[in-house]
Every structure is written in C-alpha cells, then in structure tokens.
C-alpha cells in the first residue's frame, strides 16, 4: 500500500526560489497599495502569509511576537487603510536571499493619499527593506526598516 502525501512530512521544510518568491511578494504586497485596491488584492497578498504572522514596522509597531490571529490582525488593519492612496508607485531595488530561511526585499515608494482617521493629506516617498522570515514556503515573520 502506498502512501501519497501532499505537504511537508514531520518537520520537512517546502523548498522554494527565494528570489522568486521575492517577486510574487513584492507584488501582491505593491497591488494592496494601489488606488484601485480591493479585499481581492489584499487576500493575495494575505495568502503568502502563515495564519500566526508575526510583525514588525520600527519604530511604530515593535512586538513581532507570532499570535494564533496574527493574519486576521493584519487584515483587518490593512482593511481600514485599503483604497487610502491617491497615488502609488514602488519600485523593488534589490533581493537578498538567505539560504530557505529568508528573503530581504528593498523597495522605494511614492505615496499620496488621505488618511482614513484624520483626513489630512499623506504624502512621502521612502526606502523600505523588509525582511522575510519564512516557514514552509510562507512568510511567519515580517520585519520592516525604512531609511
């Protein structure tokens, strides 16, 4: 009798390109940004995500602390500020690639928008590295940096 098995057996790590990955994240990640951006775009973006996602974006969220609801808590978030931008343009800059364990990805950004709680005009353009921990060919922690 034989045995099929569809995912990782005990503890055995799903392999992938890491700088592909890179491309695909940067992606879905840049398309929930957009103007245009619906739950859609952001549901791609989620779904490279591990349930339990930890979360990083120093110096304003410090605890990347995994917590069971971990996705639902950035979905929600990026749900309030979904459609914010007026304008959006990014650009990836480089990939760094760290054996199957990680991927950095730095990318600059030109935003212009309003923001959802306050109303007042958003408007910057900045250098973000946001460094990727992944667990079985997805991201389990987020760590974001800008210059």
Same mark, same amino acid.
Request: without cysteine; aromatic residues 10%; glycine residues 6%.
């Given at each position: 009798?034989? +045995?099929?098995?569809?995912?990782?057996?005990?503890?055995?790590?799903?392999?992938?390109?890491?700088?592909?990955? &890179?491309?695909?994240?940067? &992606?879905?990640?840049? &398309?929930?940004?957009?103007?245009?951006?619906?739950?859609?775009?952001?549901?791609?973006?989620?779904?490279? +995500?591990?349930?339990?996602?930890?979360?990083?974006?120093?110096?304003?969220?410090?605890?990347?602390?995994?917590?069971?609801?971990?996705?639902?808590?950035?979905?929600?978030?990026?749900?309030?500020? +979904?459609?914010?931008?007026?304008?959006?343009?990014?650009?990836?800059?480089?990939?760094?690639?760290?054996?199957?364990? &990680?991927?950095?990805?730095?990318?600059?950004?030109?935003?212009?928008?309003?923001?959802?709680?306050?109303?007042?005009?958003?408007?910057?353009?900045?250098?973000?590295?946001?460094? +990727?921990?992944?667990?079985?060919?997805?991201?389990?922690?987020?760590?974001?940096?800008?210059?």
């Amino acid at each position: 009798m034989a +045995l099929l098995a569809a995912g990782p057996l005990w503890g055995e790590e799903i392999e992938i390109n890491l700088h592909d990955f &890179a491309q695909q994240y940067f &992606a879905a990640m840049i &398309a929930t940004q957009a103007p245009a951006a619906t739950e859609k775009e952001l549901e791609n973006y989620l779904a490279l +995500l591990t349930d339990d996602i930890g979360h990083t974006h120093l110096p304003y969220v410090t605890d990347d602390s995994r917590q069971p609801d971990g996705k639902e808590q950035m979905r929600k978030g990026m749900t309030y500020y +979904l459609g914010a931008h007026t304008e959006y343009r990014a650009e990836l800059l480089d990939v760094f690639t760290f054996n199957n364990s &990680a991927v950095a990805i730095r990318y600059r950004n030109n935003v212009k928008g309003i923001h959802p709680q306050n109303s007042q005009p958003i408007v910057y353009a900045q250098t973000m590295m946001e460094v +990727l921990e992944m667990e079985n060919g997805k991201v389990a922690v987020i760590r974001k940096y800008h210059e």
